[in-house]
Nanobody, 123 residues
């Protein structure tokens, strides 16, 4: 599966952005999808993940209550709604796909990665 992330940009602190990830391939609905981010000089970190059906979601503690992951299998899309953004949310955000059934925070278990989209939050 090929993944294309979009929707990043520059936003003020407290603002919102919705990231999108378009997936190619007829088997998109069989993949668990995840979002990760990497800030300059820092390691990649888990943001959120969603099961193939959308019925199970998982979030990093820092994102709970602010970010929402969702998917539309009919459109081969996964989304990340980000609210109450903070300057420390500034990073390149990546979508990823894994054949694992349960949403996982372990990046090494994801098989496919998109190219990333830059999110910059100004103070």
């Amino acid at each position: 599966v090929q993944l294309q992330a979009s929707g990043g940009g520059l936003v003020q602190a407290g603002g919102s952005l919705r990231l999108s990830c378009a997936a190619s391939g007829r088997t998109f609905s069989s993949y668990t999808m995840g979002w990760f981010r990497q800030a300059p000089g820092k390691e990649r970190e888990f943001v959120a993940a969603i099961s193939w059906s959308g019925g199970i979601t998982r979030y990093a503690d820092l994102m709970k209550g602010r970010f929402t992951i969702s998917r539309d299998n009919a459109k081969n899309m996964v989304y990340l709604q980000m609210n109450s953004l903070k300057p420390e949310d500034t990073a390149v955000y990546y979508c990823a796909a894994t054949t694992r059934a349960a949403p996982t925070a372990r990046g090494e278990l994801y098989d496919y990665w998109g190219q990333g989209t830059q999110v910059t939050v100004s103070s």
